[in-house]
């Protein structure tokens, strides 16, 4: 089995920072894109940020110069670096991974279990 347990959430002030980390385990053959994704009370989950293998990253809109996301390939483990935070930023942050399992198999998305991220003073 695979699992993905994510930590780092909180409460934090407009303003502040936090660092989510993501760590995959279990029968890993190799993790292709990993990606945050947020979901507010009353909102759909949307993407905030994607990266590749490689490192190529992406973006919404909403939070590019404020959050960066990282991952150690080693450690099949991806992180994200959010700052100036804003009230908007809160929700719940879910780490989403495609991996494969094995070599004779297509990648399977998996997901963590969400933290809590709150943006308030």
């Known amino acids: 089995q695979v699992q993905l347990v994510e930590s780092g959430g909180g409460l934090v002030q407009p303003g502040g920072s936090l660092r989510l980390s993501c760590a995959a385990s279990?029968?890993?053959?190799?993790?292709?894109?990993m990606g945050w994704y947020r979901q507010a009370p009353g909102n759909q989950r949307e993407l905030v940020a994607t990266?590749?293998?490689?490192?190529?990253?992406n973006y919404a809109d909403s939070v590019k110069g404020r959050f960066t996301i990282s991952r150690d390939n080693a450690k099949n483990t991806m992180y994200l670096q959010m700052n100036s935070l804003k009230p908007e930023d809160t929700a719940v942050y879910y780490c989403?991974?495609?991996?494969?399992?094995?070599?004779?198999?297509?990648?399977?998305?998996?997901w963590g279990q969400g933290t809590q991220v709150t943006v308030a003073s």
């Open positions: 279990g029968s890993i053959f190799r993790i292709n894109v």
């Open positions: 989403n991974a495609n991996i494969r399992r094995n070599a004779f198999v297509m990648g399977q998305d998996y």
């Open positions: 990266i590749i293998s490689g490192g190529s990253t």
